[in-house]
């Protein structure tokens, strides 16, 4: 259920979400990570998974861990991985992209209304965007754990980079092609496809494996932030300059910020492949590395099940498409609609603020259970309610829940798999998180017609929560995940 979308072209619902024609972005993958100190404990049934070894940062390993006191500090956002050099360094360059990036991502959309005034034409940068998302979000992944991570991340902020600087000069000389509009979009994509798998793998390469959720929960709280305030700040652009003038002063601006993010990818440290551990055999590149990507995940049932919790939750609780519908005929329109679009990215904003006692779950796997069943039951009470505030409330609560389960999610995923995986692994959530609110947003669209937006929205809040229990009781290989931790100052 990561309601962290991400990609050129999402439309706007967690703040995970990236991309021209989306209001939020994620991200969350920017990082760090681990020492050969901690390890990944599961109960009988699950499978054990070769360690890894320690990343460039391991060295700040003993100032990192210190103890966190107080009740306070228990319950706020964990700073401890920003100590880490390596990765304060991708944090900060990543999150002034990301809030760049929010820019193009209004900008476009605008653009192409006001080249075409036809809606159509806007609905085709989703389009644009997700199948290169799609193809090269594997590719990328296999890449990344086959090539050095910090070049991989370099050569796809660049790409991205190149596509910025075509929006900005198309826009400067008054092109005005829709065709070469999506053109750009798609290149975007491609980079960001390219850049995501390695910067999310090389987490668990740059900080502690204890801190590998309180540096994914920095990344999504950070990149939500981003898609609420980098809306806004584009929306006073057009509004004091206009969309002629408008448009080029949003991607200038994302053009210079995007230039943190290769600069942090040029000060990493080299991060090539890891050794093979014995019979592993070597690491296949092209089709055949993304089927070997296939099939471990198909033989790992703790992560394949993180990854069927998380589309049942898109797919059936998403409630997006039908926000509109909900915000005229119950609350009257207008501002409504917005609240409603805006409530999930605040939740899990909050949730991300108030995230300190995240890392210290050791359960993760019925954690992520009992956050996917969270948001199920948030989504389809706001459902319910008739009340515009409660409603948004509501929703806030499921985008706090929604925060938790992406943490605990990649956590798992970054711990739990070998190094030699991860960037397939990332490629592989790369396309479901972009994918599952979509297929989300057909089922709400396509049952509210059917049955009513009432139906679709509380039937597929329920259905989703019921669904992950089933799951977590017919599969307890989930359930049964576990941590452990060789840093007991994390605990309460």
Do not use: H
Request: charged share 15%.
């Amino acid at each position: 259920m990561t309601g962290a979308e991400t990609g050129p072209g999402a439309t706007a619902v967690t703040g995970s979400e990236t991309g021209p024609g989306a209001t939020a972005v994620t991200g969350s993958e920017t990082g760090p990570g681990a020492t050969a100190g901690a390890g990944v404990k599961d109960e009988p049934g699950v499978k054990d998974e070769p360690g890894v070894t320690a990343g460039p940062a391991v060295k700040a390993e003993a100032g990192v861990k210190e103890a966190r006191s107080g009740a306070g500090r228990r319950w706020a956002i964990d700073l401890r991985p920003l100590r880490v050099p390596a990765y304060r360094r991708l944090w900060t360059g990543n999150s002034v992209a990301m809030f760049g990036f929010q820019f193009t991502a209004v900008a476009v959309p605008v653009e192409m209304y006001a080249l075409t005034r036809d809606s159509f034409w806007v609905g085709l940068i989703g389009v644009a965007a997700f199948l290169p998302l799609l193809v090269f979000g594997l590719w990328g992944g296999v890449i990344a754990d086959v090539r050095d991570r910090r070049q991989v991340l370099l050569a796809g902020s660049l790409l991205l980079w190149a596509a910025t600087l075509g929006l900005l000069v198309q826009a400067l000389l008054g092109v005005r092609s829709p065709v070469l509009l999506l053109a750009l979009v798609a290149v975007q994509s491609v980079g960001f496809a390219i850049a995501s798998p390695a910067r999310s793998a090389m987490l668990p390469r740059l900080v502690p494996l204890d801190l590998v959720p309180a540096a994914s929960t920095l990344n999504y709280t950070t990149n939500t932030a981003a898609t609420v305030t980098g809306p806004m700040v584009a929306g006073l652009i057009f509004g004091i300059w206009g969309t002629d003038t408008g448009l080029p002063i949003a991607y200038a601006a994302d053009a210079l910020l995007l230039t943190a993010l290769i600069w942090a990818a040029r000060g990493l440290p080299a991060l090539p492949p890891e050794p093979d551990p014995a019979g592993a055999g070597p690491r296949r590149r092209g089709l055949t590395g993304v089927v070997d990507g296939f099939r471990y995940l198909a033989t790992t049932p703790v992560l394949l099940l993180s990854f069927g919790i998380d589309l049942i939750a898109m797919i059936l609780a998403m409630p997006r498409a039908l926000f509109p519908e909900i915000a005229e005929e119950r609350f009257g329109g207008g501002a409504a609609v917005g609240w409603l679009f805006s409530a999930i990215a605040i939740g899990a904003l909050l949730g991300g603020l108030t995230s300190g006692w995240i890392g210290r779950i050791r359960r993760q796997g019925l954690a992520l259970v009992v956050a996917v069943v969270g948001w199920g039951v948030a989504v389809a009470a706001a459902g319910l309610a008739g009340n515009l505030w409660l409603a948004v409330g509501l929703l806030a609560v499921a985008g706090a829940a929604d925060l938790v389960s992406a943490v605990l999610r990649q956590s798992m995923l970054l711990v739990y798999a070998p190094d030699r995986m991860r960037g397939r692994l990332q490629g592989v959530n790369t396309v479901v998180v972009a994918g599952g609110p979509r297929l989300g947003d057909l089922r709400a669209g396509t049952m509210a017609a059917g049955l009513g937006s009432g139906v679709a929205w509380i039937g597929g809040g329920l259905a989703a929560a019921v669904l992950a229990v089933l799951l977590a009781v017919s599969f307890p290989a989930l359930v049964r995940y576990r941590t452990t931790s060789t840093d007991d100052t994390r605990q309460p």
